[in-house]
């Protein structure tokens, strides 16, 4: 199997470690030679997080280089737009249809651009989803990372079984029916 190249990117603390060890620990148990890449700015501050992970027959290197992304995960917009240009020419965009500020936008000294989801769409295949609205609906916003995974899951190569029974095997005990559920929401939506 040809190299397959997915980039998951947010801010910091909105889940893009876990969504990770999700994707690790479903590639890993396929029998696919794995490698992550987690690169950490300021994500204790809100700055941006990015994950590579990288799975096919054989994987020399854990980092997706510019225009090689088959799939970017993205939890907020501005991320999306920031890192578009990793997508290869047939990738997809996923993204989550939700703002965060980040400090230039707080202070005052930038203004959050308007229409990324529009302006992505004109390169770029993208599908969107207001995972946190969604998140809503199940009673714990905590979990709309796992509906953008569910979404995201539909340009991968496993079945919703397989997805399912990883999550069950990688997520807190307590918290392992509504991440289920939370990834059908986006797998199904």
């Given amino acids: 199997m040809e190299t397959k190249n997915i980039m998951i990117v947010g801010v910091g603390g909105q889940g893009t470690l876990l969504t990770s060890r999700i994707l690790g620990s479903i590639t890993t148990k396929a029998g696919y030679d794995v490698k992550l890449s987690e690169v950490h700015g300021m994500a204790q501050r809100g700055g941006s997080v990015v994950t590579f992970v990288r799975y096919g027959d054989k994987v020399n290197e854990p980092i997706v280089e510019e225009g090689q992304a088959d799939v970017l995960i993205a939890f907020e917009k501005l991320e999306a737009m920031r890192y578009a ?97 939370a990834f059908i929401t986006g797998f199904e939506g």
């Avoid at 946190?132 to 009673?139: D, P, T, V």
């Fill in 85 to 181: 240009h990793f997508l290869k020419k047939d990738g997809v965009i996923i993204v989550n249809d939700y703002e965060i500020a980040p400090m230039t936008v707080v202070t005052g000294n930038a203004k959050y651009p308007e229409n990324i989801i529009e302006t992505l769409g004109k390169e770029h295949k993208v599908v969107s989803i207001n995972a946190m609205e969604e998140a809503k609906k199940l009673g714990n916003t905590r979990c709309f990372n796992v509906i953008i995974l569910g979404l995201a899951a539909k340009s991968m190569d496993f079945s919703k079984e397989q997805w399912l029974e990883v999550i069950a095997e990688t997520v807190p005990q307590k918290t392992i029916e509504l991440n289920q559920k």
